[in-house]
């Protein structure tokens, strides 16, 4: 008796482990349909690589979500298959244009896998765009203040009461129509004269550190009482590391070279 029960047993322990490797290679049966662990890991290198692309890290819970959507999958085509979908003429279209498709992402894909930006180019195509933004030899930053009025006679009283000693700041602070300055006596702080509409822009390049306009400058705005506080040779914005935007810059360059093997594709088709 007790080696009967012993031969269930090892016979029900085996049976288990013969089971393991199927159950293994499937996410999940769906209806007595076994959904391979394959598409799972099909979807999960999509994921993986478009968030490589981007430089994002994948969170640990989207395995299980991309689980439940290869389930859902399965029980949307059983449902379909079931309905005899596959034999109409928009499923074959359709089909058509997915087949398209999928062999043109492929074709994109291998074209990447072979010519991958290396670190060394990244760097290279990081240290021009970083150049580019130097400024011009001999350009000049402005720290100027003004006053914006809607009329050229307010502008002009606003400018005869600061030449008898009044204060620019505090005349800015009670007439000017320009919110984000006003409030600060007029301050628009430090900018390239090429940032403004061009007649302030001319008007202000104008001025040497300490002067103001003596005239109202007229723009699309109103009028304005322009005076230079300040100036100082441009300098350029600092750059951010490169180690910080790597990954961006590489995706860039990817999508550039994408583009031109595309266009060199049109380009050498003979199309009639």
């Known amino acids: 008796m007790k080696k009967h029960l012993l031969s269930v047993s090892v016979a029900a322990l085996l049976a288990g482990t013969l089971a393991l490797p199927a159950v293994a290679q499937n996410v999940a049966i769906v209806n007595g349909k076994p ?106 930053e402005i720290k100027a203040r003004h006053i914006l009025v809607e009329k050229e006679s307010e502008a002009k009283d606003l400018i005869a009461q600061i030449k008898k000693g009044a204060k620019f700041e505090d005349l800015a602070k009670k007439a000017s129509k320009d919110p984000g300055s006003g409030a600060q006596g007029g301050d628009l702080g430090w900018s390239n004269p090429s940032s403004y509409v061009p007649e302030f822009a001319e008007a202000m390049s104008k001025l040497k550190k300490g002067e103001m306009t003596d005239a109202p400058v007229k723009t699309q705005f109103g009028y304005h009482i322009i005076r230079v506080d300040d100036t100082r040779d441009a300098k350029a914005p600092e750059p951010p590391k490169f180690e910080d935007v790597k990954a961006q810059v590489k995706q860039q360059m990817e999508q550039q070279k994408l583009a031109k093997f595309q266009e060199d594709l049109r380009g050498k088709a003979k199309i009639e």
């Open 35 to 140: 959904v391979p662990k394959a598409r799972l890991e099909a979807l999960e290198a999509q994921v993986k690589a478009q968030a490589a692309r981007t430089g994002q890290p994948v969170p640990p819970e989207v395995t299980q979500q991309l689980r439940d959507e290869v389930i859902a999958r399965e029980v949307f085509m059983q449902e379909a298959e079931r309905r005899g979908i596959q034999g109409s003429d928009a499923y074959r279209k359709n089909m058509e244009l997915a087949r398209q498709s999928v062999m043109i992402n492929a074709l994109f894909e291998d074209f990447k896998a072979k010519n991958e930006v290396t670190d060394a180019e990244a760097k290279a195509e990081y240290d021009r765009l970083v150049a580019a933004q130097a400024p011009a030899a001999g350009t000049k």
